[in-house]
């Protein structure tokens, strides 16, 4: 038998805790650690269309990446979608790993997922974050020009639409930093970046990128997060074949474009 203590141990052994941001909340955060498990649901966020759908194929166990419990929790009712969602998942008695800036931060996790997608070579960490492991460093397949890159960038990432600002130079040189990682700008001109990819950007930040000869693309946080979701399905069938492991079919980017 497998249980919810059988998969989170094998996720903080591939992402451990203390590779977690200290204002960041993972791990297991709703459903009983003794509980057998048959079918995992894997999705980057736990929605209450997420939890539907684990409570329709009978997936005992959603492991998603941004954390089902955030903020301060005062109450769970159904007046607000935090609410929503755990009663939902207790009512069903559907557990909750999120493995969230770990993730980010371990090797094969989140940046690595990206820098993969974006077909970077050469890959290391940028130097970020409480660790000095948020981000990651790598060289194109070729060259390219800034207009150029940022279409590569959708068109690797499957994005509805990216933003971006243009540095001036040519690029061989990515820096990649899944979600919001704006503010790492910094360390991406450190480690020799002539372009690093976010997936969330203000125009501030915009502005000051291209000042300092950055190209920025912002390509949006769940195009750049999402990678993330197949690897966690991947490494949880690898390592307990006898489980039926479904990426969330119904969990997409709530952002569109015109």
Not at 9 to 16: D, G, K, N, S, V
Not at 41 to 65: K, M, N, S, Y
Not at 155 to 175: D, N, Q, T
Request: with cysteine; proline share 4%.
């Amino acid at each position: 038998m497998i249980t919810v203590l059988d998969v989170l141990q094998f996720l903080e052994a591939i992402t451990p805790p203390d590779l977690a941001e200290s204002w960041d909340n993972v791990g297991l955060l709703a459903g009983d650690r003794s509980q057998e498990v048959t079918k995992v649901l894997c999705a980057l966020d736990v929605t209450e269309a997420v939890v539907a759908e684990a409570a329709e194929c009978g997936a005992e166990l959603i492991v998603a990446h941004h954390p089902a419990i955030f903020t301060s929790v005062n109450r769970v009712t159904a007046d607000d979608p935090t609410g929503r969602i755990l009663r939902a998942a207790i009512r069903h008695d559907i557990a909750l790993i999120c493995m969230h800036t770990n993730a980010d931060c371990a090797e094969g996790g989140v940046n690595d997922a990206l820098a993969s997608a974006l077909f970077l070579t050469g890959v290391f960490p940028l130097g970020a974050g409480e660790n000095g492991m948020l981000g990651r460093v790598g060289e194109l397949p070729r060259e390219m020009e800034p207009r150029e890159f940022a279409g590569y960038v959708k068109e690797c990432l499957r994005a509805g639409g990216v933003r971006f600002c243009v540095g001036g130079s040519k690029i061989s040189r990515v820096a990649v930093g899944g979600g919001a990682c704006g503010k790492m700008m910094d360390y991406a001109l450190k480690c020799g970046a002539q372009a690093f990819v976010i997936g969330d950007c203000s125009y501030d930040l915009m502005q000051r990128a291209q000042a300092i000869g950055l190209t920025l693309v912002d390509a949006g946080h769940f195009p750049t997060e999402n990678p993330m979701t197949a690897v966690f399905a991947e490494k949880i069938g690898e390592a307990f074949p006898q489980l039926c492991v479904k990426i969330s079919a119904r969990h997409v980017d709530c952002i569109e474009f015109v």
